[in-house]
């Protein structure tokens, strides 16, 4: 199975357009202390020529024009090898780079009941697609099932999804407080109501195992972790290549640095530090690589000499970076 890594920042990217942070004004001088990245997204397939996506970012055009496997074929006008979209969730940094798809032949989607009703009803994604290209949906098996490419032949992967206690999307409709999200969310206060007030559910937020059928190799991909229970913690240690949520570094990093006001945890995301962090957990796993991923612009990570990135790298931990590659 081969993996490559096409966006590794959280939502926004690496700089953000609208952000001054110092990670963010050392990714635009280019110091060589911080790499600039896009929005989270993974290719994998089981025979270069058939290719999986893993969330589709709203940076996807420009992903695909940095990895030529996931151009068109040299003898077709028009084509993709790309067969099919697996989401993890309906945070607009995992989906919105399915609109861009849209000039193609119809578009299959695998997402859980939640994830398709979310875009559905909350951005009218399959309304829109149905004027353009049209959608199919799939909904992913809780057990080691063939992943099929559309024309039914077998990827020479399976994969399963494991369901995760997260949070629905921001623009979900809430009616905790009588008025929708966009009348309210201008207003920081309204916001942490707005994050605090998403009722969490395990068909919200899924990750995936895959397995490669003919070298069995093993990869769970988990880029919104909301905690580390015991269940998690039973499937990090059945893999060889577990790309893992880096999202944030510590709980209030996001307070600290001035731009939100609410914790890691109001937003799905575990943090890479403290007691209950995923480090310490990571640290003791006894599998080959151990990638961070979906890592927001404020976390100290992207620092290349900094503390932080040294801890990682001393727990046998990685900072995935864009055009990153692994084999399993």
Known sequence: MRIRLLGTAAGGGVPQWNCNCLICREARVSTGRVRPRTQSSVAISADDQHWFLLNASPDIRAQIEAFPPLQPPGQLIRGSPIQAVLLTNADLDHTLGLFLLREGTKLRVH???AVRQ???EGISLTSTLSAFCGIEWVCPPSKPSSLLNPDGSHSGLFYQALPLVGLPPRFEKLSRDGLPI??????????????EGRSPSPDHVVGYRFVDSHTGGRLV???????MDQTLKSWLADCDVLLFDGTFWAENEMQECGVAAGPASSMGHVPISGPV???????ELKISQKVYIHINNTNPVLLENSAERAAVLAAGCTVGHDGMDLSV
Do not use: Y
């Open 277 to 283: 962090g995923s480090l310490a957990v990571l640290k």
């Open 182 to 195: 966009s009348d309210r969310a201008h207003k920081p206060a309204a916001a942490q109501r707005q994050l």
């Open 111 to 113: 997402a859980t009941s």
């Open 118 to 120: 979310s875009l559905t």
């Open 221 to 227: 991909f988990l880029p919104d972790v909301p905690a």
